[in-house]
Nanobody, 123 residues
Framework: QVQLVESGGGLVQAGGSLRLSCTASGNIFNINAMGWYRQAPGAQRELVAVISSGGTTNYAGSVKGRFTISRDNAKKTVYLQMNSLKPEDTAVYYC?????????????????WGQGTQVTVSS
């Protein structure tokens, strides 16, 4: 099976920092883009940042200049360094990997998701 396991969420005061990590394991191969999405209560899931296998990055306008995405291809791990956090950054953060995986004995190409990690920023 394919697993994406996030870590690093928690409670922080406004202006503080957190670093999220996500490692893909199991039968997942040829990972292209990896990214972070978030979903606040009552809102739709939105893209936070994405990074290609070659290191090209893209950020949501609301986090540009504050968040930095990076990855270690050998470890199948993506990171999100979040600085100058604001209360509006409060959400469940989900890791995403675009690759090829074996799920239930079937080869599937597409998006794989983690279970999410809560980030809460207090004012």
């Amino acid at each position: 099976q394919v697993q994406l396991v996030e870590s690093g969420g928690g409670l922080v005061q406004a202006g503080g920092s957190l670093r999220l990590s996500c490692t893909a394991s199991g039968n997942i191969f040829n990972i292209n883009a990896m990214g972070w999405y978030r979903q606040a209560p009552g809102a739709q899931r939105e893209l936070v940042a994405v990074i290609s296998s070659g290191g090209t990055t893209n950020y949501a306008g609301s986090v540009k200049g504050r968040f930095t995405i990076s990855r270690d291809n050998a470890k199948k791990t993506v990171y999100l360094q979040m600085n100058s956090l604001k209360p509006e950054d409060t959400a469940v953060y989900y890791c995403n990997a675009d690759g090829v995986g074996v799920v239930g004995g079937i080869i599937r190409s597409g998006d794989f998701w983690g279970q999410g990690t809560q980030v809460t920023v207090s004012s």
